[in-house]
């Protein structure tokens, strides 16, 4: 496989494990009452994030549903200004306006978390109209939830998408649960989620949203493929959600068992990939290591500056309600 | 010039598209058909099909889009074919229009103008003929513009065009039609400037949109009867030119609002408290209100009649203020 570079698998792989320790982190915070409000962790599903990002430029726009953090992250966003925002405090990247679901980071091209459930993919389709209006060869990658499929903006989007040709890349994290409910009992196509984005002449490919590099090798060639003028493209990432659905439903919950949380983390991203790197004996056990340390240091320092940070000032109550003339 | 409304916003539209190549038209029917109200006449031809796009019936998505478009860059101008479908775009409109400056903490802003025609016309039923204004002008980001003249509709819209925040442009189908003197060449009129529309000394009547017409019509008639009213146009209703208000009400000491609008929790509800918080010691007496009936619109003309405030109407709730009744 020409993927197999041991400093690029490692590199895939410390993205994946920041996103995993910096959510540990933050669940802890919240038992600490530090973090407050909704806390949606994305333990499981990092290899879409992680995967589906690589593929894209710097200037390319991402834009992501609630659960958010990982794609915050794997963009490049600060660990400490992501870890402040979730604080809220003055130095997050809102202002601690935005929290845990309306992370918002321009510079890395991050256009927002949105909590309204299907409500950003028409946001994707106007960013990726933007571009293209604009002549500019850039794709737009739009992450939501196979609960957000059937949703009616949802539907609007793929139309408007399809029917303008728009270089926008729909990925739909199918973690089979919207909250508590089962895709089986949710969309009525359910074996097959990405029908809803073929009936509207979008073409749709699914992958193991466990493997980051079947991940990664195929938003490789989406990507090429939608920057040439070939949009739009509807990626279903098969993957898994380890915790609750919020902070607030424990990890497994009334609605699934035990059992299946557990034989599900036996496919657990990071095992496959380390598993993968072991394999092809490009590194030994004692290689990750230094990976670990470095990252808990990475989060330690966020955790530190977000504890250290102060709340905003009253003052900042009414600012950014309006752009100021 | 002698403009019509409808021409009037053609030209504001023309002349900001001909200077920033950022601002596109969107909406259903804006493009080949020529606007539902023939608004956008001409504009095709001009702009072409990139920056004049018609839409298919999917006012959330659509809506989104612009949205979208606008916090990449772009300047949209959004024609709801009536504003009664803002309803079906109010998740995009509140919950991204609205707050997106706010929750990323500055970083995005939205400059978006979402127009089209509000309020009753002739017999549209009840569905095609509400003044939602309030609803608007409830929401923490959004600025509401209501124009009742040609040369407000112009000078307003370029505004409205050029403000970087999301602007809703509340237009009516009977206006269109309505002719008025219009300055030739350049001009803006700035949001949140009231204008007095008629000097008066004995009471102060509030009235916006087509109930400008209205409130006019009655204080010509009551001009006859000795009562001498001063008539104000808001124009902006959000941010509400207060002061002209309040300069209004402390010569005159008495006060009536007249909207098309449901009364509970209508527009005039915010003036009269608005006033009362801020000049109540130079009030006569009790501000009276004269609103739209608490009815969905009936179709039936004697009905709908009787639904909508008029002139008579307005003649006796100043009468009322004055103690003349």
Not at chain 1, 47 to 75: E, T
Not at chain 2, 44 to 73: C, H, K, N, S, Y
């Amino acid at each position: 496989m020409t993927d197999m570079d041991k400093d690029d698998l490692l590199s895939l792989y410390r993205q994946m494990l920041l996103i995993r320790r910096f959510e540990e982190k933050s669940a802890e915070m919240y038992a600490l009452a530090k973090i407050a409000g909704f806390l949606h962790l994305y333990i499981g599903e990092e290899a879409i994030a992680v995967g589906a990002i690589a593929a894209l430029r710097p200037d390319d726009y991402a834009i992501s549903a609630y659960r958010d953090h990982g794609h915050c992250l794997a963009r490049g966003s600060d660990p400490g200004q992501v870890m402040a925002e979730l604080f809220g405090k003055a130095t997050g990247l809102c202002q601690g306006k935005g929290g845990s679901m309306h992370l918002v980071d321009l510079a890395h091209r991050f256009m927002g978390g949105y909590a309204i459930v299907g409500g950003h993919i028409p946001l994707a389709t106007g960013l990726a109209f933007a571009t293209k209006y604009q002549k500019q060869d850039l794709v737009t990658v739009c992450f939501f939830g196979e609960g957000a499929v059937p949703s009616g903006q949802a539907h609007e989007a793929f139309n408007l998408a399809a029917l303008w040709k728009l270089p926008v890349i729909f990925i739909c994290e199918n973690n089979r649960y919207g909250m508590g409910t089962p895709v089986h009992r949710a969309v009525a196509l359910y074996e097959n989620v990405a029908e809803a984005a073929r009936s509207y002449g979008i073409m749709a490919e699914r992958v193991d949203g466990m493997d980051v590099l079947a991940v990664r090798a195929l938003m490789r060639t989406v990507v090429d493929q939608i920057r040439a003028g070939h949009g739009p493209f509807f990626i279903e990432a098969m993957t898994y959600r380890f915790m609750g659905h919020s902070m607030a439903d424990p990890s497994h919950g009334h609605y699934r068992s035990k059992d299946e949380v557990e034989e599900h983390r036996k496919r657990d991203p990071l095992v496959l990939l380390k598993q993968q790197i072991l394999d092809q004996a490009l590194c030994v056990e004692a290689d990750f290591k230094p990976l670990e340390q470095d990252v808990g240091e990475i989060v330690a320092a966020a955790v530190k500056f977000a504890d250290e940070s102060p709340f905003p000032e009253p003052s900042a109550l009414h600012r950014d309600v309006m752009v100021e003339d | 010039m002698l403009l019509s409304y409808r021409e009037a916003l053609n030209q504001a539209m023309r002349e900001e598209m001909r200077r920033d190549p950022r601002i596109f038209l969107i909406g259903e029917e804006v493009g080949y058909y020529q606007g539902a109200f023939k608004v956008t006449k001409g504009f095709v031809e001009e702009f072409g099909p990139q920056r004049v796009v018609d839409t298919p019936i999917t006012e959330a998505g659509f809506t989104g889009l612009a949205i979208g478009a606008a916090m990449a860059g772009l300047q949209p101008i959004v024609e709801l074919m009536t504003m009664n479908f803002g309803i079906v775009a109010l998740d995009q409109i509140v919950n991204n229009a609205a707050k997106i400056r706010y929750m990323s903490g500055g970083q995005l802003s939205v400059p978006i103008v979402i127009r089209g025609p509000g309020s009753a016309a002739h017999q549209l039923g009840a569905q095609h003929s509400q003044s939602l204004e309030a609803w608007f002008c409830h929401v923490p980001g959004l600025k509401v513009v209501a124009p009742a003249t040609p040369q407000d509709a112009k000078g307003l819209l370029k505004s409205a065009i050029r403000d970087q925040n999301p602007v809703i442009f509340i237009e009516a189908q009977l206006l269109y039609g309505t002719k008025g003197e219009v300055t030739e060449g350049e001009y803006t009129i700035p949001l949140g400037q009231a204008e007095v529309k008629r000097a008066g000394a004995d009471v102060t009547v509030v009235a916006y949109s087509k109930m400008l017409l209205v409130a006019l019509e009655a204080a010509d008639q009551l001009s006859r009867e000795g009562l001498d009213v001063e008539v104000i146009d808001p124009r902006t209703l959000k941010p509400l030119d207060l002061n002209t208000i309040v300069a209004s009400v402390k010569k005159t000491g008495r006060l009536v609002i007249v909207e098309e609008g449901w009364r509970f929790c209508g527009l005039g509800a915010q003036i009269a408290d608005s006033i009362y918080s801020a000049a109540f010691d130079y009030l006569d007496g009790p501000i009276v209100r004269v609103t739209g009936e608490e009815v969905p619109m009936p179709y039936s003309r004697p009905l709908e009649d009787a639904a909508v405030p008029d002139a008579p109407r307005v003649i006796a709730a100043v009468k009322s203020v004055c103690g003349a009744a």
